[in-house]
């Protein structure tokens, strides 16, 4: 499985984003699809995944503000970024995460950054 995100840049405090993950290769095997991040100094953390039939869970920081969303036609997930804070600023992972094998992929990551 490949993962190809994109989407980031530089957005004022308020403003959005929307990320995209294309995912290519055996897909068909993929049960979770979701974002990450990793702000400078920190630890990498979840913030939103969704599964093959559409079940979502978020970071508490980002509930409200952030949605995820698939379009399985395309087999890419979308991450739509509102109410962006400086907070938000980090590298945006797209990740996938087949429970049979188990394997989990990465994509390259984006850089999101909220300037204040």
């Known amino acids: 499985v490949q993962l190809q995100a994109s989407g980031g840049g530089l957005v004022q405090a308020g403003g959005c984003l929307r990320l995209?993950?294309?995912?290519?290769?055996?897909?068909?095997?993929?049960?979770?699809m979701g974002w990450y991040r990793q702000a400078p100094g920190k630890q990498r953390e979840l913030v939103a995944v969704i599964t093959s039939g559409g079940s979502t869970n978020y970071a508490d920081s980002v509930k409200g503000r952030f949605t995820i969303s698939r379009d399985n036609a395309k087999n890419t997930v979308y991450l739509q970024m509102n109410s962006l804070k400086p907070e938000d600023t980090a590298v945006y992972y797209c990740?996938?995460?087949?429970?049979?094998?188990?394997?989990?992929?990465w994509g390259q990551g984006t850089l999101v950054t909220v300037s204040s």
């Open positions: 990740n996938a995460q087949d429970w049979s094998a188990p394997m989990e992929y």
């Open positions: 995209s993950c294309a995912a290519s290769g055996s897909i068909f095997s993929i049960n979770v």
